[in-house]
Nanobody
Framework: QVQLQESGPGLVKPSQTLSLTCTVS??????????WNWVRQPPGKGLEWMGA???????YISPSLKSRTSISRDTVKNQFTLQLSSVTPEDTAVYYC?????????????WGQGTQVTVSS
């Protein structure tokens, strides 16, 4: 019943900041037992976990992206947002929001449909 919907720009210029929002329906991002994640898949590559936010608002960011990545939430709108700064063409990917029940687990139980983001000048 939980549904996730990504939204944001499909094209971002190098050096700019990418902002994507995941809108959640059928469940609350403040309800315990789930972690709310951002995952991406570059073309021809596997999934890369970017970070997560918990039911209480704590955030965890992949070490490789920590310097450029932040995750925030709006509990009134039941949304959480990814911000990725200083983007390069290597950040081109399909970006997903997804849910798991253990931090670091790849067993995501719900996914958004994904949104294509291209970094190009």
């Amino acid at each position: 019943q939980v549904q996730l919907q990504e939204s944001g720009p499909g094209l971002v210029k190098p050096s700019q900041t990418l902002s994507l929002t995941c809108t959640v329906s059928g469940g609350s991002i403040t309800t315990n037992s789930y972690y709310w994640n951002w995952v991406r898949q570059p073309p021809g590559k596997g999934l890369e976990w970017m970070g997560a936010i918990t039911d209480s608002g704590s955030t965890y960011i992949s070490p490789s992206l920590k310097s450029r990545t932040s995750i925030s939430r709006d509990t009134v709108k039941n949304q959480f947002t990814l911000q990725l700064s200083s983007v390069t063409p290597e950040d081109t990917a399909v970006y997903y929001c997804a849910i798991n029940s253990r931090l670091g687990s790849t067993a995501y139980v719900y996914w958004g449909q994904g949104t294509q983001v291209t970094v190009s000048s």
